[in-house]
């Protein structure tokens, strides 16, 4: 599997447990019993490397060496998934009945654990057969998903044949809180969930769902690449390195103007700092600033 993925045909446009459930101004109330929690269900994916290698592997050009699922038998309807890829976040799914499955997600590292983003991969679909997905561990107590908002989608057979890309999808949408207290936080919080519902089109596809459409680092050094290349948008840009993250990729910095006259035209220039993607879920500040 490659360390990171290129998906083709971005859409133009983008407008296209718990056993009892806390109330709460913002999200749904009325929400399925969580069966996780309770220890039911059987895991079928668990993501949980050792600490000392989450920035070693993160790093620019690194080929991970996956270790391979478990097989499953040829007459199995349960859902392979995998989030080792770039920009993945999912660290384990259980699954909690035929067709239903509940999700947890891996907390950014250097904050309280806080979880908002997915982006994961499933295969052995089946055509027709509805599926329930449940995140069990999401840290916001509002979000754009009781508005209305939908997960986005890639199905490989749509690309392949209809050349259709990531699109929202997505029905029986809710985002609720739940019992579950969330652990190591000075006041009392609780962990809050999104469930959604989805119907695959094709047998034995390759899917992936994710919180937006993903942008990678890989995405980011092949576009500032492209300008580089490029003698008319070089001429006005300037690429440097700010500074390297914790796995020791480089940060960039672009300085966008025309050339200087003199060094006192240089110094009186006004400047203005535009900055993206300061949280690790924030891929639609990524594609703003790309433009």
């Given amino acids: 599997m490659p360390c990171h993925l290129h998906h083709g045909h971005m859409p133009s446009s983008w407008s296209h447990a718990l056993s009892h459930v806390l109330p709460s101004d913002n999200c749904s109330t009325v929400t399925p019993r969580l069966l996780s929690v309770e ?14 290698k989450c920035f070693t592997n993160a790093r620019s050009g690194q080929s991970l060496k996956l270790t391979p699922q478990p097989p499953i038998g040829p007459d199995s309807t ?6 080792r890829f770039e920009s993945g976040n999912l660290e384990k799914a259980v699954k909690v009945g ?6 947890v997600l891996r907390g950014d590292l250097y904050t309280q654990k806080h979880t908002q983003w997915y982006f994961f991969r499933v ?3 089946r055509a027709g057969q509805t599926y329930h997905f449940t995140i069990i561990n999401l840290y ?10 939908q997960p986005v989608f890639y199905s490989e057979a749509d690309a392949k044949s209809q050349k259709i890309g990531w699109r929202r999808t997505g029905h029986a949408i809710q985002y609720f809180k739940s019992s579950t207290r969330r652990p190591n936080v000075k006041r009392e919080t609780f962990f809050y969930c999104l469930t959604w519902s989805h119907t695959f089109q094709h047998h034995q596809d390759t899917c992936y769902f994710a919180h937006c459409y993903p942008y990678t680092y890989s995405d ?5 690449g492209s300008i580089q290349v490029d003698p008319v948008r070089a001429s006005c840009c300037k690429q440097r390195t700010l500074c390297r993250t914790l796995a020791g990729n ?22 203005v ?3 993206a993607r300061v949280h690790p879920g924030e891929t639609n500040s990524s594609w703003m600033m790309k433009g």
């Avoid at 220890?39 to 000392?52: D, F, R, W």
């Avoid at 349960?78 to 989030?83: A, I, K, M, N, R």
């Avoid at 200087?260 to 400047?271: E, F, W």
Wanted: with cysteine.
């Fill in 250 to 271: 480089p940060v960039p910095i672009l300085t966008i103007t025309s050339p200087a006259q003199s060094h006192d035209d240089h110094k009186c220039k006004r400047a």
């Fill in 98 to 103: 035929p067709w239903d499955y509940e999700l």
């Fill in 123 to 125: 295969q052995n679909t």
């Fill in 78 to 83: 349960t859902l392979v998934f995998e989030s």
């Fill in 220 to 224: 980011l050094l092949d576009d500032l």
């Fill in 39 to 52: 220890g039911e269900g059987e895991v079928v994916y668990l993501n949980q490397p050792l600490h000392a």
């Fill in 273 to 275: 700092v535009v900055s």
């Fill in 140 to 149: 916001k107590d509002s979000s754009l998903y009781s508005k209305g908002m």
